[in-house]
């Protein structure tokens, strides 16, 4: 799907021990495909930079939003390895369905009516920030 889609592997944002996840990204685009093995279940983060913004849903919110009525519904268990294979086949199926119009010009406007947030970008220096310490006052 990814070779599909014109899209390659990217750095997991979470450095969690139980959340597991890939990111695949392309063209100021990105999934976030994760896994709670102890919930038992798996999601995808859908994140768009665009115009010095930054755009975020999740799958399933773009799928009820845009789903006709007798669609196909998202999977998302995964406590067995025969449900996550569902799963990640449900999920692969609705993010290439998605997919043309996450990279149309209306994509924000998708995001957006389906739930989703605008963030505007930290500033280029917000990581190397570090506090003050306090002054020593008498």
Request: charged share 25%; with cysteine; net charge negative.
């Amino acid at each position: 799907m990814s070779d599909r889609l014109g899209l390659t592997e990217g750095e997991f944002p979470s450095r969690s021990v139980i959340v597991a996840g890939v990111v695949y990204v392309g063209g100021g685009l990105a999934y976030q495909w994760s896994c709670d093995g102890r919930d038992g279940c798996m999601w995808v983060h859908v994140v768009l930079d665009l115009d010095d913004a930054r755009y975020s849903v999740d799958l399933r919110r773009l799928v009820a939003g845009s789903r006709p009525a007798g669609d196909r519904t998202l999977l998302d268990n995964c406590r067995s390895w025969l449900v996550l294979q569902r799963a990640v086949a449900s999920h692969a199926e609705w993010v290439e369905r998605l997919h043309p119009r996450l990279i149309a010009p209306d994509a924000p406007d998708l995001i957006l009516a389906s739930g989703g947030s605008k963030v505007l970008p930290a500033m280029p220096d917000a990581a190397r920030w570090r506090p003050c310490a306090e002054p020593d006052l008498p």
